[in-house]
């Protein structure tokens, strides 16, 4: 059974690009979060999501930031116009959506680099 | 909102000996799990164990067990007979439970480096 995966693992942008990331959650698993890491700190919540709906979004900033989780294919995380302060690594974790307890299996992450 | 606290940066342990780290949290939720996650040189998040609030008794993964004060509102983690591999980040994470305003999210502590020395 593959784990949650996550491309690409390394991403570089320059300022006003777009960045597009992925995540594939564990087979059976219909909950999808993501969360980012910058550098020297924990991980922060962004955004949980299940099959084609935004549960919780508390965490994503306001603007140029986005997520979704399609009927099919992986969740996308996609941040529009970055700049340098979204340099961080961007983990996804993903859970089967049991009702008491959700254990979250977390991906590799992907590093993101705007220069 | 819920907070979680890690004051120790930084620990040091040489290899066979015992380390406990740190954590506390704040929370006006009963209903609640908290965790201690491994980050490796690798970046990889590992679960290394999980505590229900609503149990006493303190979680124990071989090595590795909590000490649960639920009224202190304190969770640190002890590592026994450290082993060179345990040389990681260590972030101490709460999520509130069903029904709760922070069921589903992690909450992390900013994470405390252990170094375990040969």
């Known amino acids: 059974n593959a784990g949650v995966m996550q491309n690409p693992r390394h991403l570089v942008r320059r300022r006003g690009q777009e960045a597009r990331l992925r995540c594939s959650p564990m087979?059976?698993?219909?909950?999808v979060y993501w969360y980012r890491q910058l550098p020297e700190e924990g991980l922060k919540f962004m955004v949980y999501?299940?099959?084609?709906?935004?549960?919780?979004e508390s965490g994503m900033p306001k603007e140029r930031f986005s997520a979704e989780f399609p009927k099919e294919g992986p969740s996308i995380l996609r941040i529009q116009q970055v700049v340098r302060g979204d340099s961080a690594a961007y983990f996804c974790?993903?859970?089967?959506?049991?009702?008491?307890?959700?254990?979250?299996?977390f991906g590799p992450g992907t590093r993101l680099t705007v220069l | 909102a819920q907070t979680v606290t890690q004051s120790q940066p930084e620990m040091s342990v040489q290899e066979a000996e015992t380390v406990t780290l740190s954590c506390t949290y704040d929370?006006?939720?009963?209903?609640?799990?908290l965790f201690w996650y491994k980050q490796p040189p690798s970046r990889q998040m590992i679960l290394v164990i999980r505590?229900?609030?609503?149990?006493?008794q303190n979680a124990t993964e071989n090595r590795f067990s909590v000490n649960f004060q639920k009224a202190a509102k304190s969770f640190s983690l002890k590592i026994s007979d450290s082993q060179l591999g345990d040389t990681a980040m260590y972030f101490c994470?709460?999520?509130?439970?069903?029904?709760?305003?922070?069921?589903?999210?992690?909450?992390f502590g900013q994470g405390t480096i252990l170094t375990v020395h040969p």
């Open positions: 974790a993903s859970s089967p959506g049991t009702e008491n307890y959700n254990e979250q299996f």
């Open positions: 087979k059976g698993h219909s909950h």
């Open positions: 999501l299940q099959k084609e709906n935004i549960i919780d």
């Open positions: 929370t006006s939720e009963n209903n609640y799990y």
């Open positions: 505590q229900e609030a609503y149990k006493q």
């Open positions: 994470a709460f999520m509130g439970g069903s029904g709760g305003t922070s069921y589903g999210k992690l909450t």
